[in-house]
């Protein structure tokens, strides 16, 4: 079982750090940064911008050692109590030696956890938190989501980032209403301007599967798993993985659900096939209880997908639902990784069936 981190109060300190990409720093995302920081203070947050955090694409992607302080001082301070990932990236597995073999972070994360929430590259982070014990959330970020230039941020990814403040003995996850397509203009210029967005016309779908499945959540962006386990992308980055053991073993996978999403790179249904593939020959599919899969972005390939995956998996009649609202596509839900979830496959609906923060008697035990 995780260590759950506390539910965020009013006047909660927020540290913003740039794990793997360091675009937030760049001065044409200054307006971006302004209206991130504006929602924060709006839902009576405290945003605390990490040192590094700022400080650029060229000095980030060099210094990796920063991009990892900067997580470091947050799980030091103890007046921080949730830490909001900028964006992505690809190359977040180079932060994992001076993060886990610094004992007093490792410390500091198993007797202090704290709210953790960003998508993509970030599951490369989730993974390691899952690994010192610690849940964490596959849930919106700093650019992509509080940053929104809309004149608020989407409602359906603000009422998910306001339930870090709720803590409910059960949470409902619903099928978003509409979904939205990607920005081509992130300039100030787009500021105030409203995404373009469609009616959701499929909402949650059943690719195999009958009655309910509880189990509890494991997976990521299926891109960062098949990078970690692949190397394809950087030589070293299968190395790195498997040293600090990064993917978690057969046994934590047995009866796990396993959510996966893809990128908006949109990887061709050839990629997406290998990709699944991957996941096979770890054993992954002769594991776990149930698939939950992210609506893509722009629903490319969506029908090509769904295929793929009802075939790679046909030989262990897994229970598939698809098109949930988390990952890349917008809008986003957050999923507590470790937390308990119940599908029901008859009804389409997904809900975790437990707080997912830590409730005062277990904190003051």
């Given at each position: 079982m995780l260590k759950k981190p506390k539910a965020l109060t009013p006047n909660s300190k927020i540290a913003i750090v740039s794990l793997s990409s360091g675009i937030l720093g760049?001065?044409?995302?200054?307006?971006?940064?302004?209206?991130?920081?504006?929602?924060l203070k709006e839902v009576e947050l405290v945003p605390m911008l990490m040192p590094n955090a700022l400080k650029g694409l060229t000095y980030l992607a060099h210094h990796p050692q920063a991009r990892a302080d900067d997580l470091k001082t947050a799980f030091a301070d103890p007046e921080i109590k949730g830490i909001v990932c900028a964006i992505g990236g690809d190359d977040t597995y180079r932060l994992l030696p001076y993060l886990l073999e610094?004992?007093?972070?490792?410390?500091?994360?198993?007797?202090?956890?704290?709210?953790?929430?960003?998508?993509?590259?970030?599951?490369?982070?989730?993974?390691?938190?899952?690994?010192?014990?610690?849940?964490?959330?596959?849930?919106?970020?700093?650019?992509?989501?509080?940053?929104?230039?809309?004149?608020?941020?989407?409602?359906?990814?603000?009422?998910?980032?306001?339930?870090?403040?709720?803590?409910?003995?059960?949470?409902?996850?619903?099928?978003?209403?509409?979904?939205?397509?990607?920005?081509?203009?992130?300039?100030?210029?787009?500021?105030?301007?409203?995404?373009?967005?469609?009616?959701?016309?499929?909402?949650?779908?059943?690719?195999?599967?009958s009655g309910q499945v509880t189990g509890r959540l494991l997976g990521g962006c299926l891109d960062s798993l098949y990078d970690i386990l692949s190397g394809t992308r950087y030589p070293d980055e299968k190395g790195v993985a498997e040293k600090y053991h990064l993917f978690p073993s057969l046994d934590e996978w047995q009866d796990k659900i396993l959510f996966?999403?893809?990128?908006?790179?949109?990887?061709?249904?050839?990629?997406?096939?290998?990709?699944?593939?991957?996941?096979?020959?770890?054993?992954?599919?002769?594991?776990i209880s149930a698939i939950i899969v992210g609506k893509p972005q722009?629903?490319?390939?969506?029908?090509?997908?769904?295929?793929?995956?009802?075939?790679?998996?046909?030989?262990?009649n897994l229970p598939i639902l698809t098109n949930v609202n988390f990952g890349h596509a917008y809008p986003r839900t957050a999923l507590p990784y470790g937390g308990k979830m119940q599908i029901d496959f008859d009804r389409k609906s997904l809900t975790l069936t437990e707080p997912i923060f830590a409730q005062e008697e277990t904190l003051n035990r």
């Open positions: 760049e001065s044409f995302a200054d307006h971006q940064l302004q209206l991130g920081i504006k929602r610094d004992e007093t972070f490792i410390h500091n994360v198993q007797a202090s956890p704290k709210l953790f929430t960003g998508f993509s590259d970030t599951t490369i982070n989730h993974l390691m938190f899952y690994q010192l014990g610690m849940q964490s959330f596959y849930g919106p970020n700093f650019l992509n989501d509080l940053a929104e230039l809309d004149q608020e941020m989407l409602p359906y990814t603000k009422h998910t980032f306001m339930n870090y403040f709720r803590n409910e003995a059960t949470t409902s996850i619903k099928s978003s209403p509409v979904w939205y397509e990607e920005r081509e203009d992130f300039s100030p210029a787009a500021v105030g301007t409203k995404r373009v967005q469609h009616v959701e016309q499929k909402g949650y779908e059943v690719l195999r599967g996966i999403e893809t990128s908006e790179e949109k990887p061709a249904p050839e990629l997406y096939k290998k990709m699944l593939l991957a996941l096979d020959a770890e054993g992954i599919f002769s594991a722009a629903e490319a390939f969506y029908d090509e997908y769904n295929r793929m995956l009802l075939a790679v998996t046909k030989k262990y």
